[in-house]
């Protein structure tokens, strides 16, 4: 970016705007699966204040959400729902894993559960703990941000 | 007209120990599949209007019945005219013992509609069907699955998935590839990430002359100049990822 000399105008490129806009509004999906979520809930809530980061904004329909936050246990007969949502949402589009139940199951080694979501969509940032804090919520958010403004393309761009 | 909710006079009725009883007092009754629909309806008949859940228990190994069906009964009364007179509600546990080989039992989902679902529950977990259920199918397995989860016999992960190793976690270029998580190593990851700069659809990497050549991948080319180990060190998240996958 510069700024011009009178500053009055000013130059940029249309693709750094794009993602500064793009990082500055991630819109989660409202998918709460279990207790991460309500962890979820609290990360919105004004004591952390999700809204810090553009990201206040839960949308009910897959088709207007750029964040699929993964918050909990995935069940076998929810693992296609996950995935159904998961296609139906428009590029760009990043994955959070939430929780030691999303991320490998957790402590649900047993018939029902999917033993870690990233066998069904892939996923962006992992989130430690049962359940991880608010802050470590916000964190994996901030670190999706990174990711944007690095120009990374979430579900299609390799990453390593 | 006094409230029905008003205490009475020095309030011994709202004693828990008075108003709840001990589950102990219920009364147990055995009976056979054959005796059971009998036995409910006569039940019924007798004021017992609340089916408050119907239960399954595995008995591996019991003969004749090695099943166990239960169901919880309630006698309320037909009008309260104050919590003293609920007292302690009268409770039967009909127990109805279900052979494996034929673990049919008649429902009762057109006595107490709260039967309907608990049924299909126990058929579903315990593969106990019930004869006469208007909608007999599993309530919260996934409809194609197979075996009775609840079974002492089920094995704990599944018939499929005995005890295996858990895999390593997977990157999302190795998802998206449908490359199986597990079983894959190091070099071969570095062959893919090798791969993946040389189509230029690493982040970092923006050879002009590759874009071009690729024709695709406009993310690649928004970032100017390669990913170096110095830029590499100052994404820890980026790091992490391949130390998992070295593992």
Not at chain 2, 161 to 169: G, K, V
Request: glycine share 8%; net charge neutral.
């Amino acid at each position: 970016m510069a700024l011009g000399s009178g500053g009055d105008f000013l130059l940029t490129t249309v693709d750094s705007v794009a993602r500064w806009a793009q990082a500055s509004s991630v819109w989660p999906l409202t998918m709460g699966l279990a207790c991460c979520a309500i962890e979820m809930m609290t990360a919105t809530a004004p004591e952390y204040d999700m809204a810090r980061f553009g990201s206040e904004v839960f949308r009910a329909s897959p088709r207007q959400a750029d964040l699929m936050i993964v918050s909990g246990r995935v069940s076998k007969k929810m693992g296609p729902i996950v995935k159904r949502l998961y296609d139906q949402m428009a590029d760009p589009k990043w994955v959070i894993s939430m929780g030691a139940c999303a991320s490998s199951g957790g402590v649900f080694d047993n018939y029902a559960i999917v033993q870690g979501v990233d066998t069904i969509v892939p996923v962006d940032v992992y989130v430690p703990g049962c359940p991880p804090t608010p802050d470590g919520l916000l964190y994996a958010v901030n670190l999706i941000q990174q990711q944007i403004k690095q120009g990374g393309r979430g579900g299609i761009l390799a990453r390593a | 007209m006094p409230s029905s909710q008003a205490p009475p006079a020095g309030a011994t009725a709202l004693d828990p120990t008075a108003v709840r009883p001990d589950i102990n007092d219920a009364r147990i009754v055995r009976v056979t599949p054959a005796e059971i629909r009998a036995t409910l309806e006569v039940l019924r008949s007798d004021g017992f209007s609340m089916l408050l859940d119907i239960g399954g228990a595995d008995y591996p190994g019991r003969e004749p019945a090695r099943f166990d069906v239960v169901y919880h009964l309630l006698k309320l009364p037909a009008r309260i005219a104050s919590v003293a007179e609920v007292g302690t509600p009268e409770r039967v546990r009909v127990l109805c013992g279900v052979r494996e080989d034929d673990a049919v039992v008649p429902t009762v989902s057109d006595l107490w509609p709260s039967a309907d679902w608990a049924e299909r529950e126990i058929f579903d977990l315990y593969g106990i069907s019930f004869s006469g259920h208007p909608d007999m199918r599993r309530i919260q397995m996934p409809d194609d699955w197979e075996g009775y989860p609840l079974r002492k016999d089920y094995p704990l992960r599944g018939p499929a998935n005995e005890r295996t190793p858990r895999p390593s976690f997977a990157l999302k270029s190795n998802v998206a590839a449908g490359t199986p998580a597990s079983g894959r190593t190091a070099a071969a990851l570095q062959k893919q990430i090798a791969q993946a700069r040389g189509r230029n659809e690493f982040h970092g990497a923006a050879d002009p002359a590759a874009t071009a050549q690729s024709g695709k991948t406009p993310g690649g080319a928004m970032t100017a100049g390669a990913a170096t180990p110095e830029q590499l060190a100052e994404r820890p998240h980026d790091l992490n990822l391949q130390k998992d996958d070295t593992k």
